[in-house]
């Protein structure tokens, strides 16, 4: 029985948009146990790789290797075609496009900042929950160069570009798609701590009617790490963990929302 109160709705497969996070594992058993204790996740096997499913939709992938983050995966059209373009316009490419065992091809790249994300040219009827409890909320890139990440992921993805701050006390741009925004990009600012590379943060959703806060506080009884506290924002409660392994990701509950501040009004002195 799922504890999720809520069923994942399927993914719209636009080019440049999120369909698929995996996080490579050594411990699958320990791996199972923390997520399936967290977000009451199940489990298909397809072909040796663990797929996570929740109400019957698949929402996460563990695959078996040397551990690692979690990892994001965007659409492409054509996924060796993505990684030419990536590597001439100053990317690296870190696993050349490879094609899989359900009929996708994949790659792996690092933008010019540092941070590793994956391309995937998945069928028409390919199904990635999002939405649901424990599946996919959103993710977003944080970085230490905004600008350059801009250029590069709008010139390789086409992505209409919206910067939402001020560009310079809070440099947050939205990356869209058709007029759908699909990935965030962070300047890294002082929270950050020194040193800390470019990387892809991915959230997970908390359920209105289990909280942020309970599934942080659930994360310590697995045995992992809640790193940033849960707080308010304008796009939900939000808390940043980390897995039994020592893995970030972040949690947020979307119907817990605060009003935007607004910009406080200065008396011209001039103004009679």
Request: charged letters at 20%; proline letters at 6%.
């Amino acid at each position: 029985m799922s504890i999720a109160p809520n069923t994942p709705q399927l993914a719209t497969l636009l080019s440049g948009s999120p369909c698929w996070v995996e996080r490579t594992v050594d411990d699958l058993k320990g791996a199972i146990d923390f997520y399936t204790g967290l977000f009451g996740w199940h489990y298909a096997d397809d072909a040796g790789y663990t797929v996570a499913m929740v109400d019957g939709v698949p929402v996460a992938g563990l695959p078996q290797g040397d551990p690692d983050a979690w990892r994001l995966y965007l659409v492409t059209p054509h996924a060796r075609a993505t990684a030419e373009k990536a590597f001439h316009l100053g990317g690296s490419v870190l696993r050349n496009p490879e094609d899989a065992a359900d009929h996708t091809q994949s790659t792996v790249i690092a933008d010019p900042t540092g941070a590793v994300v994956g391309f995937r040219h998945v069928p028409p009827d390919w199904r990635f929950g999002t939405g649901g409890h424990g599946a996919y909320a959103w993710a977003e890139l944080n970085t230490r160069d905004g600008a350059i990440a801009d250029e590069f992921f709008g010139e390789l993805c086409h992505y209409d570009i919206t910067q939402i701050g001020d560009g310079h006390r809070l440099d947050y741009a939205s990356w869209s798609v058709e007029g759908t925004e699909v990935i965030g990009r962070q300047k890294m600012g002082r929270e950050f701590p020194y040193g800390e590379r470019s990387h892809w943060m991915v959230y997970f959703n908390a359920a209105p009617e289990i909280g942020t806060d309970s599934v942080a506080y659930r994360v310590l009884e697995l045995g992992g790490r809640v790193t940033v506290e849960p707080y308010d924002t304008p796009f939900g409660r939000i808390t940043v963990v980390e897995d039994h392994a020592g893995m970030a990701f972040s949690v947020i509950d979307q119907s817990r929302v605060i009003e935007a501040e607004s910009r406080i009004a200065v008396d011209d002195p001039f103004d009679d």
